[in-house]
C-alpha cells in the first residue's frame, strides 16, 4: 500500500457546506482519527439509516472497529454495502456578536467505503494489540492470550481511509462587520476532554501497583509524539 | 402531546447487543439528550448512508437541530425520509483483567423517525432562543434580533422523541471467574468533558464584562437541577 497525502476526493466526500473549513490532507485526517475513541458508524438496512457508536483505532491506511460476532451492525458493514464512517471532536463553544454567528469549534473526519472483515487469525490478534497499545501501550503483553471461544465471537473489520474528508474550524468568532460595536460579550468557551485519576476496581488482587501508562492516556488531543 | 414515560419499542429501537444495558425511560433518554451538544444524524442518499455531525437542543418531546438552507443534509432529512438520530457521552475506559472484557462506559440515545422542517416564523425564533438558553441562560436577550435573511438562510429541523432506545453502561469490569486471581491492574479511567476558562475575542468591545453564564455551561454531564 502507498501511503497518500491526500484524501481521495468525490461527489461523496467533497464538502460542500463552509468549503473553507474543508481539509483533505492525510496527516489532518489521521490526526483527528487518531485524537478519537469513539467513532459513529452509518449503514442502511431496508433503505433506513442506522448509526451505532463504538471505539476505533487506526493503523496506517486504515481504521479498525470491532465487537461481537453476532453484532447486526458488524455482519451489516462486512456484507459489502456502504459505509460511513466518523469521528468528531468538539474543541469550543464560540459565541459571536449575534446569534446567527455562534458556532463551534470542532475536528471531524467522515470516511466512505466498504468495511471488510478481518478473518485472518493472526491478523486478528495483530489488530486487538493495536488498539490495546492505542491507550495503553504494554498492556497488551501483561493480559493473558486471548482464548479461541473470545477470537470466535469478536469480529474486526477494516475501512481502508481514502475517499473521505476533514472539516475543522477553529478560532474566535467571525461578525458581521457592523455588530462590532455591540455591547456584547464574543469569544470562545474551549471544550476539552479530560481523563480522571484511575479507580482501582474494588476486587483488585492487592499488591497490584498502577501501571504508568494509565496516567499517559490521551483522549480528543492529538496523542503525544 | 402527552408527556410519554416510555420510550416507543420496535423492530428498530429494541436494543439487541447487551440487552441489559438498554433503557427506554424517558428521563434517561432526556437526560442522556440534554448533557449532549453534539449529535450524529444518520440519512440516505441514493442507497447510501451519510452522517452528519451537528449540534442539537431538546424541547419537550422534540430534539432541533438547523443550519443553513442550502445545507445538502438539512434538505434530506426533512424531505419525509427515516433519520437515524444518536447522542452519545464517552464515560470511562474500563480494562478488565482480559483484553477480551476491556469495554467502556458511555451514555447514547438512539432516535429513529422522520424530521420536520419548522416552517412558521415564529416558532422558527422560539426554537432559536431554546438553542441558546441551552447553553447560555439570558444571552439570547442580550443579541440583537435576527434578522429576514438570517431567518431565511437558516433551517430548523425537529424530530420526535418517541421510537428509540437508550444504552448506558457505568461501573468497574466484569472479568471472568478465573482471570481475578490474574497479576493485572483492572478499574476504570474515568472520561469526562472540561469547559475552559473562556477566551475573549480580541476584538472585544473595552469594558465588556464576562457574562456568569459563561461559568456555568455544562456539557457531558446532566445540566444543573
Avoid at 61 to 67: F, P
Avoid at 163 to 179: C, I, L, N, Q, T
Avoid at 216 to 225: F, L, T
Wanted: glycine share 10%; proline share 6%; aromatic share 6%.
Amino acid at each position: 500500500m502507498t501511503a497518500e497525502t491526500e484524501m481521495r476526493i468525490t461527489e461523496k466526500s467533497r464538502i460542500k457546506r463552509a468549503p473553507t473549513r474543508a481539509v483533505y490532507d492525510r496527516a489532518t485526517v489521521d490526526a483527528i482519527l487518531d485524537a478519537g475513541l469513539l467513532c459513529h458508524v452509518g449503514y442502511v438496512i431496508d433503505g433506513a439509516p442506522y448509526v451505532t457508536a463504538t471505539c476505533h483505532w487506526r493503523k496506517g491506511d486504515r481504521v479498525y472497529w470491532h465487537g461481537s460476532a453476532a453484532s447486526r451492525m458488524l455482519r451489516t458493514v462486512t456484507s459489502g454495502v456502504p459505509v460511513c464512517f466518523t469521528v468528531s471532536h468538539l474543541d469550543g463553544i464560540v459565541l459571536a456578536r449575534s446569534g446567527f454567528h455562534h458556532s463551534v469549534n470542532y475536528r471531524g473526519v467522515t470516511l466512505f467505503g466498504e468495511a471488510v472483515k478481518i478473518e485472518d487469525e493472526g491478523e486478528k490478534l495483530a489488530a486487538l494489540k493495536d488498539l490495546s497499545d492505542r491507550l495503553t501501550p504494554g498492556r497488551g503483553e501483561e493480559l493473558r492470550p486471548v482464548n479461541d471461544q473470545e477470537m470466535k465471537g469478536t469480529t474486526i473489520c477494516a475501512l481502508e481511509i481514502d475517499e473521505g474528508s476533514a472539516k475543522v474550524r477553529a478560532g474566535g468568532p467571525v461578525d458581521d462587520d457592523e455588530d462590532y460595536d455591540l455591547d456584547v460579550w464574543a469569544g470562545v468557551v474551549p471544550v476539552t476532554t479530560t481523563l480522571g485519576a484511575p479507580i482501582p476496581d474494588p476486587r483488585l488482587k492487592p499488591g497490584i501497583a498502577e501501571p504508568a501508562y494509565l496516567r499517559e492516556i490521551s483522549i480528543g488531543q492529538a496523542p503525544k509524539a
